[in-house]
């Protein structure tokens, strides 16, 4: 850091000074939210930075008022089956796509990358009417199957990452008999672990944020349903009520902040990778 | 590229590999969107046998003032948020992209909201907004101005696209990042010689050199602004249901998952889903002209 000090011009200084600013929009939400957050309900309109009289108050009593648990549980279940469900099926796909030659491959994968653009909410309607007529409305299994039928960011970036392993590994394994299903196994996905990893934090992160699916199949069950659906229903039943509110938002951004600090590179790779949020 | 000839019970394992893939595009995607517009002529509301309804859903379009206002917004939202997410994220990845103490921590800052939960930091910026109490009024009343209603009917749509363009600059400054990054360091140092200006290098090397990203960036951003929903829903959404600026995809959610007005919904859906497709026709197309220059 003192070195890069030394070596700053004046252009770096007017690029510093602009950046600090940006990061105080950037960031300064945030310490205002933690903020509010430990405020007592007394001191909710206190425009000062710093609590008076910090405290953990508005975390215990949210437990009280909501089962919060169970919405955590909810959200962490549905969110590692279908990160799983993602890894495996996109993984399986660009496996192919990278290294088997089949007719139709290009067109295929085509296909794939052109339903970047369809509207989730396209998709949405039917899948709604199918899902509500084989009973499943009211359930997470609508939260999480869809995530069992691949991907076209996931596999584009699973596809990239195996063209980068030498296809000698796969053709002497396979001189030695070995199916695609072992070379994808033994040799692949082992290989891959940086990609995967990138890619299971991006997946988990998005099921973890999702709003919209959980409001159309689970809109007020609070039992089965989502933390970012609690909390949409926390925020009408409690208006007003910011120190709670704040507390409640802590909460439900924590595990994924938590991962954001502990694994930033592979964050910053998935998104470089796929431009996806 | 080489790749292997798939032999024997092989081409099986490349099928069996293939086949989530595969009921995702035929079911998922592709079969959905024929679904959609299949649904589009008829009325239905789950409860009784869909009545073939022709081409009303959309006739009733133009008359519909809900639907004119979703649409006027969501066009609104878009022109607002597109060009201020590029321009923005380009912006702080190139004063990223410099020798400059403390980087790192710079990095995680403007990187944090693109991670986080819209819903959980929509119930921020709803408390930065309040009317009465929240931070931005209470700035206003130091100075003296009247409090601003920034979530009502007037200024929402500005308040809202401030919001989410908080929360993308994240992921597209990564995108430029890598795009500046991979610009070799002999071409600044050629011009360097030459005695080019801060200005003249930015305008012959850098954005010549950025344009793939700046491409890329817009048509990512251009389809995720007419998909906006978490933020809006958080935050226009009124007690009655309604939202003080309702998007296209607000009003598909209502009329589809609210009222169950599939028939409404999938033409409101189908629109959406052409305005997306010739928004992208039009960026490739421009693409393309720029390249043959």
């Given at each position: 850091?003192?070195?890069?000090?030394?070596?700053?011009?004046?252009?770096?200084?007017?690029?510093?000074?602009?950046?600090?600013?940006?990061?105080?929009?950037?960031?300064?939400?945030?310490?205002?939210?933690?903020?509010?957050?430990?405020?007592?309900?007394?001191?909710?309109?206190?425009?000062?930075?710093?609590?008076?009289?910090?405290?953990?108050?508005?975390?215990?009593?949210?437990?009280?008022?909501?089962?919060?648990?169970?919405?955590?549980?909810?959200?962490?279940?549905?969110?590692?089956?279908?990160?799983?469900?993602?890894?495996?099926?996109?993984?399986?796909?660009?496996?192919?796509?990278?290294?088997?030659?089949?007719?139709?491959?290009?067109?295929?994968?085509?296909?794939?990358?052109?339903?970047?653009?369809?509207?989730?909410?396209?998709?949405?309607?039917?899948?709604?009417?199918?899902?509500?007529?084989?009973?499943?409305?009211?359930?997470?299994?609508?939260?999480?199957?869809?995530?069992?039928?691949?991907?076209?960011?996931?596999?584009?970036?699973?596809?990239?990452?195996?063209?980068?392993?030498?296809?000698?590994?796969?053709?002497?394994?396979?001189?030695?008999?070995?199916?695609?299903?072992?070379?994808?196994?033994?040799?692949?996905?082992?290989?891959?672990?940086?990609?995967?990893?990138?890619?299971?934090?991006?997946?988990?992160?998005?099921?973890?944020?999702?709003?919209?699916?959980?409001?159309?199949?689970?809109?007020?069950?609070?039992?089965?349903?989502?933390?970012?659906?609690?909390?949409?229903?926390?925020q009408q039943q409690y208006s007003g009520h910011w120190t709670l509110m704040m507390?409640?938002?802590?909460?439900?951004?924590?595990?994924?902040?938590?991962?954001?600090?502990?694994?930033?590179?592979?964050?910053?790779?998935?998104?470089?990778?796929?431009?996806?949020? | 590229?080489?790749?292997?000839?798939?032999?024997?019970?092989?081409?099986?394992?490349?099928?069996?590999?293939?086949?989530?893939?595969?009921?995702?595009?035929?079911?998922?995607?592709?079969?959905?969107?024929?679904?959609?517009?299949?649904?589009?002529?008829?009325?239905?509301?789950?409860?009784?046998?869909?009545?073939?309804?022709?081409?009303?859903?959309?006739?009733?379009?133009?008359?519909?003032?809900?639907?004119?206002?979703?649409?006027?917004?969501?066009?609104?939202?878009?022109?607002?948020?597109?060009?201020?997410?590029?321009?923005?994220?380009?912006?702080?990845?190139?004063?990223?992209?410099?020798?400059?103490?403390?980087?790192?921590?710079?990095?995680?800052?403007?990187?944090?909201?693109?991670?986080?939960?819209?819903?959980?930091?929509?119930?921020?910026?709803?408390?930065?907004?309040?009317?009465?109490?929240?931070?931005?009024?209470?700035?206003?009343?130091?100075?003296?101005?009247?409090?601003?209603?920034?979530?009502?009917?007037?200024?929402?749509?500005?308040?809202?696209?401030?919001?989410?363009?908080?929360?993308?600059?994240?992921?597209?400054?990564?995108?430029?990042?890598?795009?500046?990054?991979?610009?070799?360091?002999?071409?600044?140092?050629?011009?360097?010689?030459?005695?080019?200006?801060?200005?003249?290098?930015?305008?012959?090397?850098?954005?010549?050199?950025?344009?793939?990203?700046?491409?890329?960036?817009?048509?990512?951003?251009?389809?995720?602004?007419?998909?906006?929903?978490?933020?809006?829903?958080?935050?226009?959404?009124?007690?009655?249901?309604?939202?003080?600026?309702?998007?296209?995809?607000?009003?598909?959610?209502?009329?589809?998952?609210?009222?169950?007005?599939?028939?409404?919904?999938?033409?409101?859906?189908?629109?959406?889903?052409?305005?997306?497709?010739?928004?992208?026709?039009?960026?490739?197309?421009?693409?393309?002209?720029?390249?043959?220059?």
């Amino acid at each position: 850091m003192g070195r890069a000090m030394t070596r700053m011009r004046r252009n770096d200084w007017a690029a510093f000074l602009a950046l600090c600013l940006g990061a105080v929009a950037m960031f300064g939400p945030f310490v205002w939210l933690l903020s509010t957050s430990l405020k007592p309900m007394a001191e909710q309109f206190d425009m000062r930075l710093l609590p008076q009289q910090p405290t953990l108050g508005n975390y215990t009593r949210l437990f009280e008022i909501m089962p919060f648990h169970l919405l955590i549980w909810n959200s962490l279940k549905i969110s590692l089956i279908s990160t799983l469900g993602q890894l495996l099926t996109c993984s399986m796909a660009a496996f192919m796509f990278a290294i088997v030659r089949f007719p139709g491959r290009n067109i295929l994968f085509a296909l794939l990358l052109v339903t970047l653009m369809v509207p989730a909410q396209v998709t949405a309607i039917p899948q709604f009417i199918i899902f509500k007529t084989i009973g499943l409305y009211g359930t997470q299994a609508p939260l999480y199957i869809p995530s069992f039928l691949g991907g076209a960011f996931g596999t584009f970036l699973m596809r990239q990452y195996f063209r980068t392993i030498p296809l000698e590994l796969a053709e002497a394994a396979r001189m030695d008999g070995a199916s695609l299903a072992r070379i994808f196994f033994t040799i692949y996905l082992p290989l891959a672990k940086p990609a995967l990893a990138a890619f299971a934090i991006i997946a988990f992160m998005v099921s973890w944020n999702d709003l919209f699916s959980a409001l159309i199949y689970l809109p007020s069950d609070v039992d089965k349903t989502t933390l970012t659906v609690g909390l949409a229903l926390f925020q009408q039943q409690y208006s007003g009520h910011w120190t709670l509110m704040m507390a409640a938002s802590i909460i439900s951004m924590a595990p994924v902040v938590i991962a954001f600090f502990m694994a930033q590179k592979q964050f910053v790779a998935g998104m470089a990778m796929t431009g996806f949020k | 590229m080489g790749s292997l000839r798939p032999m024997g019970s092989e081409r099986w394992w490349v099928l069996a590999f293939l086949l989530p893939t595969l009921a995702g595009l035929l079911l998922a995607s592709f079969g959905s969107i024929l679904a959609t517009l299949a649904l589009s002529f008829t009325d239905w509301d789950l409860l009784t046998s869909p009545v073939s309804a022709g081409l009303s859903n959309y006739a009733d379009l133009p008359s519909d003032r809900l639907f004119m206002k979703a649409l006027w917004n969501t066009l609104a939202f878009a022109a607002l948020y597109v060009p201020m997410t590029v321009v923005l994220s380009m912006l702080i990845a190139m004063g990223l992209n410099r020798p400059i103490a403390g980087i790192g921590w710079f990095r995680v800052m403007f990187f944090l909201p693109a991670v986080c939960s819209p819903t959980a930091t929509g119930l921020l910026w709803q408390w930065i907004y309040a009317p009465d109490s929240g931070v931005l009024n209470a700035g206003l009343s130091l100075v003296g101005a009247d409090s601003v209603n920034w979530l009502g009917p007037r200024m929402a749509l500005y308040s809202v696209v401030i919001v989410n363009v908080w929360g993308a600059i994240g992921s597209g400054m990564i995108i430029f990042l890598a795009g500046l990054q991979a610009i070799p360091k002999e071409f600044y140092e050629v011009t360097r010689l030459d005695g080019a200006t801060a200005w003249q290098r930015l305008r012959f090397v850098t954005l010549p050199a950025l344009a793939p990203s700046i491409f890329f960036q817009s048509v990512l951003t251009t389809i995720n602004a007419f998909q906006a929903f978490d933020y809006i829903f958080v935050l226009t959404r009124s007690g009655n249901g309604n939202s003080t600026m309702p998007t296209l995809v607000f009003s598909i959610y209502r009329n589809g998952f609210r009222f169950f007005r599939m028939g409404d919904a999938a033409a409101q859906a189908i629109v959406l889903t052409a305005m997306i497709l010739l928004l992208t026709l039009i960026y490739f197309r421009i693409e393309k002209k720029w390249g043959e220059q």
